[in-house]
T-cell receptor, first 109, second 115 residues
Framework: GQNIDQPTEMTATEGAIVQINCTYQ??????LFWYQQHAGEAPTFLSY????GLEEKGRFSSFLSRSKGYSYLLLKELQMKDSASYLC??????????FGKGTRLHILP | ETGVTQTPRHLVMGMTNKKSLKCEQH?????MYWYKQSAKKPLELMFV???????ENNSVPSRFSPECPNSSHLFLHLHTLQPEDSALYLC??????????????FGPGTRLTVL
């Protein structure tokens, strides 16, 4: 089967750092995506990792370990607008994208 | 208008109705997708079209019928739906399908309620 696990909800404070974890078991691996989805809106692309290591893009960074089937999204200097759901998604060997259920992040002032 | 657009944004229909969802992308992409997003469930891929040809049908019931007349437009025809089909239906597009780096651009979705 194909499975992607991420926490359902997380809470963090404005200005702080939060790490959202994602573990996956899929039929092959061709890359991992993180998407951000605000309530009532479309998902928007944040990052793509296909090689092990950390990819940094401004306040957001994404890490991948293929041997462990593990990724995390790191958000620094949290802002209220970062309150959203964060979707982890894996591209399997058939280039089919499999989404996790998403992590709803709440930012407290 | 740019990006991916979807109409209508909200739809309420009875189980005997026939309706269609429309998606249009202005990004020059070759692949288009339909997803279903239900509460507390992951995004579920329904259909994939690449260069107007259907390449994926993810075991979707026949009461959902996709149509892709050209690479910019995608429709989802609905008939005799069930209340459990109530969900957010998202359309997405990407440059191509079948390549590893395949960022998808999503439309705003159609919130469907089946009574």
């Amino acid at each position: 089967g194909q499975n992607i696990d991420q926490p359902t909800e997380m809470t963090a404070t404005e200005g702080a750092i939060v790490q959202i974890n994602c573990t996956y078991q899929t039929s092959g691996f061709n890359g991992l995506f993180w998407y951000q989805q605000h309530a009532g809106e479309a998902p928007t692309f944040l990052s793509y990792n296909v090689l092990d290591g950390l990819e940094e893009k401004g306040r957001f960074s994404s890490f991948l370990s293929r041997s462990k089937g593990y990724s995390y999204l790191l958000l620094k200097e949290l802002q209220m607008k970062d309150s959203a759901s964060y979707l982890c998604a894996v591209l399997n060997r058939d280039d089919k994208i499999i989404f996790g259920k998403g992590t709803r992040l709440h930012i407290l002032p | 208008e740019t990006g991916v657009t979807q109409t209508p944004r909200h739809l309420v229909m009875g189980m005997t109705n026939k309706k269609s969802l429309k998606c249009e992308q202005h990004l020059g992409h070759n692949a288009m997708y339909w997803y279903k997003q239900s509460a507390k469930k992951p995004l579920e891929l329904m259909f994939v079209y690449n260069f107007k040809e259907q390449t994926e049908n993810n075991s979707v019931p026949s009461r959902f019928s996709p149509e892709c007349p050209n690479s910019s437009h995608l429709f989802l025809h609905l008939h005799t739906l069930q209340p459990e089909d109530s969900a957010l239906y998202l359309c997405a597009s990407s440059q191509d399908f079948g390549h590893s780096y395949n960022e998808q651009f999503f439309g705003p979705g159609t919130r469907l309620t089946v009574l």
